[in-house]
């Protein structure tokens, strides 16, 4: 797919990986929708592609909701013709030992508000907005793609029960959309990241994020653009679906 004058949908799009995708993806040609939770952030972000020399919107939205999510997609639909192409970025993060213990006394387990919050936007989210813009794509006749957010932790990382079951629930997503929506036209990909460089990583003790560094072969953090380059790579390649690009630095092999 050439971007050019596409339309492309990002959630979690006011900052992060989302904001680095949309303005890649705009300085290329795309037209931008931007779904988040935080005006102010959605705002800044609308700035950055116009300034590149696109266009965008922005809807504030709550992923984990069915009913915001298909008037969201809807009005998205209208205000620019058609959708062609999503990036399930929307994420958070609720960490925490699946049961804590100290001389065999419990003294800590993971909730279920701990536990639910992380499936309803990370997995449920990506189900819902996945499937409202396959939805306008097949209606559109438009081929698309969808891109879902993954994770290296999809194979279990101590402290993230809940994020790991999201993530490896996105992967089987993945591939399960690609084969029911191939026909379509539409194909679905998937990215797991490794460590990212974000303004939490700037933020931690310089020793841990050392640490950080020399545990990958490539001996630093990985950079948002990197991940956006990944994702652009998916768009483009037309032989591409159904399967997930580990960009780790080479920490899982």
Known sequence: MNIQDKVIVITGGGQGLGRTMAVKFAENGAKIALIDLNEE????????????????????????????????????NNDFAGIDGLVNNAGILRDGMFVKAKDGVVIKKMSLAQFQSVI?????????????????????????????????????????????????GVVAMT?????????????????????????????????MRERLEKMKPVGRLGEADEIAHTAQYIFENEFFTGRVVEIDGGLCM
């Not at 939205?61 to 998205?76: H, S």
């Open 175 to 207: 591939t399960t959309w690609a084969r029911e929506l191939g026909r379509h036209g539409i194909r679905v990909g998937a990215i797991a990241p490794g460590v990212i460089r974000t303004a939490m990583t700037d933020a931690m003790k310089p020793e």
């Open 120 to 168: 309803d936007v990370n997995l449920t989210g990506v189900f819902l907005c996945g499937r409202e813009a396959a939805v306008h794509m097949i209606e559109g006749k438009r081929k698309g793609v969808i891109i879902n957010m993954s994770s290296i932790a999809r194979g279990g990382n101590m402290g993230q029960t809940n994020y790991a079951a999201a993530k490896a």
């Open 41 to 76: 952030l959605l705002q800044e972000t609308v700035a950055l592609v116009e300034a590149v020399g696109s266009n965008a919107k922005y809807y504030l939205t709550n992923v984990a909701q069915e009913q915001e999510v298909e008037q969201t997609f809807n009005k998205i």
